[in-house]
């Protein structure tokens, strides 16, 4: 299989664009550390994106000769939580090349995109919510730590004195912009 894709991309790739004895071909074959890092790296931040994978359902041909798959659904494609897949009726070249509006590629991928666009205002309302309130939380730890009044000072003193204190340890460490 890595042959094989090596000799297509040689056969339609000039040698000074991508060298296809080397580091680029290295990386993308099954199994490599550079694969492998990016996929450690992209894994986390998955649940926090919409996730479409699309995958070619026909062979490509190059320059008339054999028909390759150039990626299999496996690997276009894999079966992970909270991701959609579907199939494209087109070859790797074709996928994004929709002939019109009704193709049933296009449909597909404008449904998506629409039910997106629809569904992230109140995505990144809740977000914003939830980085004020990170935000908030981690500038009071910082007060705390500044000052020495923390959840044992509330013992001691009253609520309103420890919360003033808090506040005005807050409005400074924002005046002074973090630490």
Known sequence: MFSTARRLVSAVTPKLVVDTD??????????SETLQNVTDQFAPLMKRFRIYFFWEQEKTTILHSKAYEI???????????????????ADHSHMCKFENSDAPGSRI?????????????????????QAKEMLRTQRSAEATELTGVGVLAERVYPTA???????????HIYALGGR
């Open 71 to 89: 990626v299999d659904e496996s690997s276009a494609a894999p079966i992970l939580e909270n991701t959609e897949r579907s199939g494209i009726a």
């Open 161 to 171: 004195f420890f919360a003033t204190i808090q506040r005005v340890a807050v409005r």
């Open 22 to 31: 080397g580091q680029l071909l290295n990386a993308l074959r099954e199994g």
């Open 109 to 129: 991928v404008v449904a998506a995109l629409m039910r997106y666009a629809r569904e992230s205002p109140a995505l990144v309302e809740s977000r914003w919510s």
